[in-house]
């Protein structure tokens, strides 16, 4: 993927700063119109987009389908958000004084997207954005643009001005060009803790305003009164999709009492999947790079020396076919501690980690130490268990029975912790909040000749 140079970086720009000035002032309607069209085309276009995902990314195609369509639900909720992006009004806040408030949009924003997710995670950005009355550059994944760019090409079809919205390629230094160039206002961004984290606070350094959604380790509880074959067969299709590259992957499961004895079972489930490519019937796909497999491995071997029960090793399949392929398969650790790396780590890979617990108090103290908060689950069939769990767990996306609760997208996503850096979440509401900002007018139109009488007072409104 090409590096864009700083003086085309500067023409995006310059083009998205154009096109707000008139794109701020096409009719909420309007705007909501050539969204519409464009969600039809990607409706149309789902199945091309889940196979370009499948070819460069490398996940399996019902899950690059799963991708596209959750992509497209968030771009369908912005179709409502023209009763959203209403404001506020007071009458009579003092004689003949009325107040109201306005969102407006804040101008170019800019968002920088990870590999894991090439159609769902922009189409969070751009197409949110765009409904609030802003212009936007995109900077998708270098590791998996074709997607992006595709999905950018259709943007032109659904009629959207030149301007509006525009893709950048690149890595590091095109970050930079974003959060360093004065014209753009806000910048959302999504992948790993120290990218976020350095992108929160240089971004932040700069006066824009920043939101950073980061890493995971999402734990899940399994109660001794949980319908065992549900319950392990959720988790570990969630521990294992996406061979484990997703933010809210389930790395880690607590199990309660007796619980401990279903580890066999886990492991039974996990060899049963098929690891091989994406476009074949598979299970479990490749990783997105040699580096990633290598380190996976490494964080494997690391656990088993650490001291964790390495009960299957996925290091060194075999796929036929395929000798070079960045494969891993289903590995699962016993009796983890919070001490060993392959606990304290994102590993990102198709890695599950078993821990122990007598009781529920003991599980939810295990998870509210963790740093992170993306995601968490519980299963059980107890009420009470279920909302001891939901009251009490420090994680921003709870899961009852339910193993990947990434909200719908009237809500938002909502990790907290160590996982998200700014305060106002991608998508829902959050979002209109974060593409918008306040407009506040008090107006006085009197219809009686008495004039203000002359004061240097600060005035109060009785
Ligand atoms: P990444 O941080 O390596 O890359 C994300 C983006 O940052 C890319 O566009 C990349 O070009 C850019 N980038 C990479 N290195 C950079 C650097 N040194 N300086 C500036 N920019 C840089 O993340 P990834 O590997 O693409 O994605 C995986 C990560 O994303 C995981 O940690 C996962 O948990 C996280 N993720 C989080 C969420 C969430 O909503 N919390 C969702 C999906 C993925």
């Not at 650790?333 to 003991?362: K, R, W």
């Not at 938002?412 to 407009?439: C, P």
Request: glycine share 10%; charged share 20%.
């Amino acid at each position: 993927m090409p590096q864009i140079t700083k003086p085309e970086f500067d023409q995006a720009v310059s083009a998205a700063k154009t096109a707000f000035k008139t794109w701020r002032e096409v009719p909420v309607m309007s705007r909501i119109r050539t969204l519409q069209k464009y969600v039809s085309l990607l409706t149309k276009h789902q199945e091309e987009l889940a196979r370009l995902i499948t070819l460069e990314n490398g996940k399996t195609l019902p899950d690059a389908r799963g991708d596209v369509f959750r992509g497209i639900e968030v771009a369908e909720h912005g179709l409502a958000f023209s009763s959203l992006l209403q404001g506020e009004t007071m009458e009579t806040v003092a004689k003949d004084i009325d107040v109201y408030s306005y969102r407006h949009p804040l101008g170019v924003c800019a968002g920088i997207a990870p590999f894991n997710f090439p159609a769902m995670i922009p189409l969070w950005m751009y197409t949110l954005s765009t409904v609030c009355g802003n212009t936007y550059i995109m900077k998708a994944s270098e590791k998996v643009a074709g997607c992006a760019n595709r999905m950018i090409e259709l943007t032109k079809e659904a009629g959207y001005p030149d301007g509006v919205i525009n893709l950048v390629h690149g890595g590091k230094d095109t970050v930079d060009f974003i959060l360093d160039h004065p014209d753009i206002k806000a910048v959302s961004f999504v992948g790993s803790n120290a990218v976020g984290t350095y992108i929160h606070q240089r971004g932040s350094h700069n006066g824009k305003r920043v939101q950073s959604n980061m890493g995971a380790k999402n734990h899940a509880i399994i109660m001794p009164d949980a319908e065992k074959e549900d319950a392990l067969n959720a988790v570990v299709g969630a521990a294992f999709g996406a061979s484990g590259q997703r933010c809210m992957a389930l790395s880690v499961v607590v199990l309660v009492g007796d619980t401990k004895s279903w580890v066999p079972d886990i492991v039974a489930k996990a060899r049963s999947f098929k690891t091989g490519p994406g476009h074949e019937a598979v299970d479990v796909s490749p990783l997105i790079s040699v580096e990633a497999k290598q380190r996976v491995e490494k964080l494997i071997a690391q656990g088993a020396s650490e001291g964790a029960s390495l009960v299957l090793d996925g290091r060194g399949v075999k796929v036929p076919g395929y000798p070079n392929g960045n494969f891993v398969g289903p590995t699962v650790f016993d009796n983890v501690q919070a001490s060993h790396a392959v606990y304290q780590e994102e590993i990102f890979g198709p890695v599950l980690c078993c821990m122990h617990a007598d009781t529920i108090q003991e599980a939810i103290e295990l998870i509210n130490r963790n740093p992170w908060g993306n995601g968490t689950a519980i299963f059980t069939r107890s009420g009470a268990a279920a909302r001891k769990f939901q009251h009490e767990i420090e994680a921003g996306q709870v899961g009852i029975n339910v193993p990947i609760p990434v909200p719908s997208p009237m809500f938002s996503f909502t990790g907290n912790k160590g996982s998200i850096r700014g305060d106002l979440n991608f998508y829902g509401k959050g979002a209109l909040h974060f593409f918008t900002e306040w407009k506040t007018i008090t107006a006085r139109w009197k219809d009686n000749p008495e004039a203000y009488k002359l004061s240097t007072a600060f005035p109060t409104m009785k």
